[in-house]
């Protein structure tokens, strides 16, 4: 069974300039999630959909960051301005239903962004 | 609120000692309870997890955790140590434990160096 994708690995871009992560989670996984990992801290919650909507956002910095998965699969992550702080390792993560189900939550290998 | 201690940022062991990760939550009711490994450059995985039942909880690798509710603990042990087993390792706790969302919270991680 494929694990989930995410794509680019590693990408570096220079202060106010945009990026855009991808993710293709687990085929069948109805719930995707977002989560930002800075060097030294443990991962945390950026977005949480179910299918197609947005279910948690309230730790997403809006004016920033911005999240879609259009047709309840694949995702994608926008940061439009970066700022020096954003650099961190954007980790995606999907399961079956949502966490308090009981359900196992599987992680991808994360896209590492710096911000110069 | 919720949230998850991990006190200890860094320890080392040589390989063969056994060793005990420390994990403490703040949460109201039950939790779910997981422990995650990361090695670097890569995504987390999955170790163990405790929903109910046996508070004694077999994982992956040889790891196992007990849940001591008294204690607000889920402490990861490992009778003996492989080289291998340097990584970092993260306890998180879902809340909102019966209904269909809930958020994964995680520690701030104990990173683990295995001494030859």
């Known amino acids: 069974e494929a694990g989930v994708a995410q794509s680019p690995r590693y990408k570096i871009i220079e202060k106010r300039q945009s990026v855009a992560f991808w993710c293709n989670p687990i085929?069948?996984?109805?719930?995707l999630y977002w989560y930002q990992q800075i060097l030294g801290q443990g991962p945390k919650l950026l977005i949480q959909?179910?299918?197609?909507?947005?279910?948690?956002d309230s730790q997403l910095p809006k004016d920033r960051f911005s999240a879609e998965r259009l047709k309840g699969v694949d995702s994608t992550l926008k940061i439009q301005p970066a700022k020096l702080e954003d650099s961190a390792v954007y980790l995606c993560?999907?399961?079956?239903?949502?966490?308090?189900?009981?359900?196992?939550?599987?992680f991808g290998e994360g896209s590492w962004l710096t911000v110069v | 609120a919720q949230s998850v201690t991990q006190p200890d940022i860094h320890i080392t062991v040589s390989e063969g000692a056994s060793l005990e990760l420390r994990c403490n939550y703040s949460?109201?009711?039950?939790?779910?309870l997981f422990w995650y490994v990361q090695s670097p450059g890569q995504g987390l995985q999955l170790l163990l997890k405790?929903?109910?039942?046996?508070?004694l909880v077999q994982g992956i690798k040889g790891f196992e955790a007990e849940f001591k509710r008294s204690q607000s603990s889920f402490n990861l042990r490992k009778p003996s140590v492989h080289w291998s087993d340097a990584a970092e390792y993260f306890c998180?706790?879902?809340?909102?434990?019966?209904?269909?969302?809930?958020?994964?919270?995680f520690g701030r991680g104990t990173q683990l160096t295995v001494w030859p």
């Open positions: 993560a999907s399961s079956s239903s949502g966490a308090s189900s009981g359900n196992t939550i599987y």
């Open positions: 085929s069948g996984h109805a719930t």
């Open positions: 959909f179910q299918n197609n909507g947005v279910v948690d």
């Open positions: 949460y109201g009711a039950t939790p779910y």
């Open positions: 405790y929903f109910s039942g046996d508070t």
């Open positions: 998180a706790v879902v809340n909102d434990r019966g209904s269909t969302l809930g958020r994964l919270y």
